[in-house]
């Protein structure tokens, strides 16, 4: 299986530390899986203002690619201002709704604020729900204090969780497998 992990910021690199640990925890539960990172700080964005997908220049076209051709994702976001990143956001209304159907998603975050997990609750996954993911039941926040300087996780529960993520997202990974991605209804 092809796993997108997105690292869904264009500033600072905590988001980024916490995924490539969820990295590491994946492939200790499923070596097989196909594992690749997309950070969007790497991809000249532009916003979405309703024309075609073909108008869009390349990097824009290729984010789409990359989401349409992967099997699950894990996403990982900054909070900025009580919400997600904009750049994050416009990725997604990028996407066709059809794009991660019935796929397996889990969630990294990390803010400045120990309360705004709730930004995960209450924002990131009704997208995602919208979308009709298989959003995993645990998430895993960060703050800024479970790093030190050069942004190693140094806080064992947060260890912990991040390998728990990964073993329930490599189970949903492998259930997923067996949904269809046909549906009968048309929406
Ligand atoms: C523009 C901006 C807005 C932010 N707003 C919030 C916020 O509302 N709540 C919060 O918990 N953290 C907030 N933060 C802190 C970021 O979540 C934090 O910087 C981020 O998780 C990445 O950490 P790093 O920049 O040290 O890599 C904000 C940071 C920026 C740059």
């Not at 990295?23 to 979405?48: A, G």
């Not at 959003?135 to 204090?145: D, F, I």
Request: charged share 20%.
């Amino acid at each position: 299986m092809k796993i997108l992990l997105v690292d869904g910021t264009i500033i600072g690199s905590k988001t980024g530390a916490i995924l490539e640990q969820i990295n590491t925890y994946i492939q200790e539960f499923n070596p097989n899986m196909e594992l690749k990172v997309l950070r969007l700080s790497e991809f000249d964005h532009q916003f979405v203002d309703g024309r075609p997908l073909a108008e869009y220049n390349d990097d824009m076209r290729e984010i789409v690619r990359r989401f349409e051709d992967a099997d699950g994702y894990i996403i990982a976001s900054p909070i900025f201002q009580g919400s997600i990143p904009g750049v994050l956001k416009n990725t997604f209304d990028m996407l066709h709704p059809h794009t991660m159907r019935y796929k397996p998603v889990s969630i990294v975050a990390n803010g400045g604020t120990y309360q705004h997990h709730l930004v995960i609750e209450n924002q990131l996954k009704p997208i995602l729900d919208y979308f009709r993911c298989l959003v995993t039941p645990n998430y895993v926040y960060t703050h800024s204090s479970h790093f030190d300087a050069s942004n190693t996780i140094i806080n064992d529960d947060v260890h912990n969780r991040l390998r728990e993520l990964a073993r329930v997202f490599v189970q949903y990974a492998e259930m997923s497998q067996h949904l269809s991605k046909v549906t009968l209804d048309n929406h």
